[in-house]
């Protein structure tokens, strides 16, 4: 989680929410990425999509089995699908995302009898510091905001 939390603080320092994702397979590091939407200016450059297309790319494979994804946030419907459909076995995340989740908080995509493949889902690992380098982003936000909207008065 580690790794993931590093690469969280890349997105951080360049004004995307700080979110962080890691693929694991065999020991060895995979994958990685970091939130880039803003940067790309693409709705699905989250930072597991990122991460698994590259461990993807790695393994030469599409098949991910076998692999573990650590990500700092609970990952979302559109990444839970990714999760599946590339067959990734476990995931590890920090905090959930009570508005947006889809690994046990408002929704539980990893289990759902109703699809061809389950993931292990392991929750709150760091969760503190995943928590708190998000509560920071959108405080600064928040304060830079606010300091805008004064100086435009």
């Known amino acids: ?33 970091y939130n880039r939407r803003e940067t790309r200016r693409d709705p699905a450059a989250h ?16 098949r991910l089995s076998g692999a573990t994804l650590y990500v700092t946030l609970e990952p979302c419907l559109m990444c839970m699908g990714a999760i599946i459909l590339s067959r990734i076995e476990r995931v590890v995340f920090g905090c959930y995302d009570p508005k947006g989740g889809a690994a046990g908080s408002l929704y539980d995509l990893s289990n759902d009898v109703r699809l061809n493949h389950s ?28 300091a805008r909207k004064k100086s435009n008065i």
């Open 1 to 33: 989680m580690d790794l993931a939390l590093r690469e969280a603080c890349k997105a951080a320092r360049q004004g995307e929410v700080p979110i962080g994702a890691v693929v694991v397979h065999g020991g060895s590091v995979i994958g990685r990425g």
């Open 119 to 146: 993931v292990e889902v392991t929750s709150r690992v760091c969760e503190d510091e995943c928590s708190m380098i998000l509560k920071d982003f959108f405080a600064d936000l928040r304060a830079r905001n606010k």
């Open 47 to 62: 930072a597991e999509m990122i991460a698994i297309r590259q461990a993807a790319r790695k393994l030469d494979n599409w």
